[in-house]
T-cell receptor
Framework: AQSVAQPEDQVNVAEGNPLTVKCTYSVSGNPYLFWYVQYPNRGLQFLLK??????LVKGSYGFEAEFNKSQTSFHLKKPSALVSDSALYFC????????????FGTGTRLLVSP | EAQVTQNPRYLITVTGKKLTVTCSQN?????MSWYRQDPGLGLRQIYYSMNVEVTDKGDVPEGYKVSRKEKRNFPLILESPSPNQTSLYFC?????????????FGPGTRLTVL
């Protein structure tokens, strides 16, 4: 069965510094990978996804993620963090068989300090 | 505006009192799903629907019911709520059940069962 691990409960970064939120996955076959962000009292917003092709995926709000098949990782990155990026980030992987089931990680809270 | 709406956004109830959380999408999506979010557990799928009159259990269906009589609506029913169903609930939809489709989430319903 597929699974996703987000090894850090919280990531702290200063505004203007680069940020990385880590995600590793386990799935048989080729993965479909997603990142979502949850702001306080809001639903999940889609950031980006990897289906196939270029290993570097660009998404909303200046975020990007790098797919690394050998390390089974899909880390979320941003070159310069903003205080407004502070939120809860979820990585998710699509099941390799059947349909649409998204399996989520436990989430990583990102805190960007001024 | 394309969106997934949920009502109510907040609900406090007592054990055993039947309740319904509504979910509606205006994007003509075929696939809809319910998740619950609990601290340290991420999001877990409760039920999903591939299309009208087609529903199936997710990972944590016990204590919940759903129906899909119309394409746009996918209500979540708790026949006899219990305190362990206190959680944050999200409805999501996507154009189809294909693996590459992005799921779009509603704003969430915070349910407290006393």
């Amino acid at each position: 069965a597929q699974s996703v691990a987000q090894p850090e409960d919280q990531v702290n970064v200063a505004e203007g510094n680069p940020l990385t939120v880590k995600c590793t996955y386990s799935v048989s076959g080729n993965p479909y990978l997603f990142w979502y962000v949850q702001y306080p009292n809001r639903g999940l917003q889609f950031l980006l996804k990897y289906i196939t092709g270029d290993n570097l995926v660009k998404g909303s709000y200046g975020f990007e993620a790098e797919f690394n098949k050998s390390q089974t990782s899909f880390h979320l990155k941003k070159p310069s963090a903003l205080v407004s990026d502070s939120a809860l980030y979820f990585c998710a992987v699509r099941e390799n068989t059947g349909f649409q089931k998204l399996v989520f990680g436990t989430g990583t809270r990102l805190l960007v300090s001024p | 505006e394309a969106q997934v709406t949920q009502n109510p956004r907040y609900l406090i109830t007592v054990t055993g009192k039947k309740l319904t959380v509504t979910c509606s999408q205006n994007m003509n999506h075929e696939y809809m799903s319910w998740y619950r979010q609990d601290p340290g557990l991420g999001l877990r799928q409760i039920y999903y629907s591939m299309n009208v009159e087609v529903t199936d259990k997710g990972d944590v269906p016990e204590g919940y019911k759903v129906s899909r009589k119309e394409k746009r609506n996918f209500p979540l029913i708790l026949e006899s709520p219990s305190p362990n169903q206190t959680s944050l609930y999200f409805c999501a939809s996507s154009p189809t059940a294909l693996r590459g489709d992005t799921q779009y989430f509603g704003p969430g319903t915070r349910l407290t069962v006393l």
